[in-house]
């Protein structure tokens, strides 16, 4: 594209670079990144085709630089260009496709000319990505950075041309800084999304920060500032690093889930689902930090304590919750295991045991001396008459009922306060011995 658009300005040099390349490459089928690069080499080699010239005379020693073809003389502009203005083309592979490109041209000498245009190049002392050249990453990634950004070379435009591409990591929270742990899982998705950019495909590569709830309240306390002003600093820190790592985001797609502009919609989606039948509440049993004033999530109690405050032990709280109902959905989503492309089994399968579809009874087993029935599913009703006693999980609410005010109450109290606060894997897992208290019913 480049030598077309350079052989045509021989000919017309007070057009326009940038004008004679859309004329010319609008037919070609290159992917935008490619485009841009050739438009970038067009422009300055045209800029500064006398400095060039310069270079070239010196190097060839029986051609001056009017007598040769203005095929060959595109092609040596191009490679000396790439030689002393973009240092992240090793020079070796400018002298490759100057060479491949004069044998299309049958102009055998080219090889000699640009080997001795490199040499010239070096002693000008202009900056080369030679083999043994230092990289210089404060010059030249800011360099590229500000070119990508200046011409929006990330920004996903509508084109019914493409083939969409959606690529979506998770949002990080705000904490401060950008961790190691960000630039791996960042970077992994910076090469799938400019390699799907490369194939031709429109590349949707947003951005954004998960900066709502309790921990920006708790880290804004701690550092005595607002809240608000905590996480917007914090987000314009971590942003800054994640430019300065030059991934390939759309920056005007950025989200930021404590605005209210967004989270409009999260309340919005709620309400819908509320209206439906899918939003619900019951009470359950939480993890409980009374110094952060939040729930935590399993994962983030470590060894009975809160991750954050290791010094705070966690207490099992009972407390109204909201749920979705999306049991609800709990066929069609077994439905559709079948038709996700591109899953291993075995990943296939854990999905299937997660929904956890089985066909049994509900068995209703009335208590002595009371209206209260316990009910319990089971597949094999046919081996009832063998059962000897009843377990009900500590966290049943028949147990607070069923023993207030008898003589087991406290024991059953404290036994089941006790078992919450175990790992509920390792409490239910097959290899666990089991425990259990007599709750005195019948």
Same mark, same amino acid.
């Given at each position: 594209?480049?030598?077309?658009?350079?052989?045509?300005?021989?000919?017309?040099?007070?057009?326009?670079?940038?004008?004679?390349?859309?004329?010319?490459?609008?037919?070609?089928?290159?992917?935008?990144?490619?485009? &841009?690069?050739?438009?970038?080499?067009?422009?300055?080699?045209?800029?500064?085709?006398?400095?060039?010239?310069?270079?070239?005379?010196?190097?060839?020693?029986?051609?001056?630089?009017?007598?040769?073809?203005?095929?060959?003389?595109?092609?040596?502009?191009?490679?000396?260009?790439?030689?002393?203005?973009?240092?992240?083309?090793?020079?070796?592979?400018?002298?490759?496709?100057?060479?491949?490109?004069?044998?299309?041209?049958?102009?055998?000498?080219?090889?000699?000319?640009? *080997?001795?245009?490199?040499?010239?190049?070096?002693?000008?002392?202009?900056?080369?990505? #030679?083999?043994?050249?230092?990289?210089?990453?404060?010059?030249?990634?800011?360099?590229?950075?500000?070119?990508?950004?200046?011409?929006?070379?990330?920004? $996903?435009?509508?084109?019914?041309?493409?083939?969409?591409?959606?690529?979506?990591?998770?949002?990080?929270?705000?904490?401060?800084?950008?961790?190691?742990?960000?630039?791996?899982?960042?970077?992994?998705?910076?090469?799938?999304? *400019?390699?799907? !950019?490369?194939?031709?495909?429109?590349?949707?590569?947003?951005?954004?920060?998960?900066?709502?709830?309790?921990?920006?309240?708790?880290?804004?306390?701690?550092?005595?500032?607002?809240?608000?002003?905590?996480?917007?600093?914090?987000? #314009?820190?971590?942003? #800054?690093?994640?430019? /300065?790592?030059?991934?390939?985001?759309?920056?005007? !797609?950025?989200?930021?889930?404590?605005?209210?502009?967004?989270?409009?919609?999260?309340?919005?989606?709620?309400?819908?689902?509320?209206? /439906?039948?899918?939003?619900?509440? =019951?009470?359950?049993?939480?993890?409980?930090?009374?110094?952060?004033?939040?729930?935590?999530?399993?994962?983030?109690?470590?060894?009975?304590? $809160?991750? !954050?405050?290791?010094?705070?032990?966690?207490?099992? =709280? +009972?407390?109204?919750?909201?749920?979705? =109902?999306?049991?609800?959905?709990? &066929?069609?989503?077994?439905?559709? $295991?079948?038709?996700?492309?591109?899953?291993?089994?075995?990943?296939?399968?854990?999905?299937?045991?997660?929904?956890?579809?089985?066909?049994?009874?509900?068995?209703?087993?009335?208590?002595?001396?009371?209206?209260?029935?316990?009910?319990?599913?089971?597949?094999?009703?046919?081996?009832?008459?063998?059962?000897?006693?009843? $377990?009900?999980?500590? +966290?049943?609410?028949?147990?607070?009922?069923?023993?207030?005010?008898?003589?087991?109450?406290?024991?059953?109290?404290?036994? #089941?306060? *006790?078992?919450?606060?175990?790992?509920?894997?390792?409490?239910?897992?097959?290899?666990?011995?089991?425990?259990?208290?007599?709750?005195? *019913?019948?």
């Amino acid at each position: 594209m480049a030598l077309q658009v350079l052989f045509h300005l021989e000919f017309s040099p007070d057009d326009d670079p940038s004008e004679a390349f859309d004329l010319i490459c609008d037919s070609f089928g290159a992917p935008e990144s490619v485009r &841009e690069f050739a438009r970038m080499l067009i422009a300055g080699v045209w800029s500064k085709r006398g400095e060039l010239d310069k270079v070239i005379a010196q190097a060839s020693r029986n051609w001056r630089i009017d007598r040769m073809t203005r095929v060959d003389r595109s092609i040596l502009r191009m490679a000396v260009f790439e030689m002393m203005f973009v240092p992240d083309i090793p020079a070796k592979v400018s002298l490759d496709e100057a060479v491949e490109l004069g044998k299309r041209s049958t102009a055998s000498w080219i090889t000699s000319t640009i *080997r001795q245009s490199t040499r010239i190049s070096r002693r000008l002392g202009r900056e080369k990505m #030679a083999n043994n050249a230092r990289y210089n990453p404060q010059e030249l990634e800011l360099k590229w950075q500000s070119f990508w950004e200046n011409n929006n070379l990330f920004k $996903c435009k509508e084109d019914t041309s493409k083939e969409k591409y959606y690529l979506l990591e998770m949002f990080p929270y705000p904490s401060g800084k950008i961790h190691i742990g960000h630039v791996r899982n960042y970077t992994i998705g910076d090469v799938v999304a *400019r390699y799907k !950019r490369m194939c031709g495909k429109n590349v949707l590569h947003p951005m954004g920060w998960d900066a709502f709830g309790m921990p920006a309240e708790n880290a804004a306390i701690e550092n005595n500032t607002h809240p608000a002003r905590w996480t917007y600093d914090n987000i #314009a820190a971590m942003k #800054a690093q994640l430019k /300065r790592m030059g991934f390939s985001y759309d920056w005007d !797609r950025e989200v930021t889930t404590c605005n209210p502009d967004y989270y409009r919609w999260e309340q919005l989606i709620f309400l819908k689902m509320y209206e /439906r039948g899918l939003a619900y509440k =019951k009470k359950t049993f939480v993890n409980w930090c009374d110094k952060c004033q939040t729930v935590l999530a399993n994962e983030q109690v470590e060894e009975g304590c $809160c991750w !954050r405050h290791p010094d705070v032990e966690v207490s099992i =709280k +009972e407390m109204d919750s909201w749920f979705l =109902k999306i049991t609800h959905y709990a &066929e069609e989503i077994l439905d559709h $295991c079948d038709k996700l492309p591109g899953w291993p089994e075995r990943v296939i399968t854990m999905q299937r045991n997660w929904i956890g579809k089985s066909h049994g009874a509900i068995i209703r087993f009335p208590m002595v001396q009371s209206d209260e029935v316990i009910e319990v599913f089971t597949t094999r009703q046919d081996t009832l008459f063998g059962a000897t006693f009843m $377990c009900l999980a500590p +966290e049943h609410p028949l147990v607070k009922q069923i023993v207030r005010g008898r003589p087991q109450e406290r024991e059953v109290l404290e036994f #089941a306060d *006790r078992t919450l606060k175990m790992d509920r894997f390792l409490r239910t897992a097959e290899f666990t011995a089991k425990e259990g208290v007599f709750t005195g *019913r019948h």
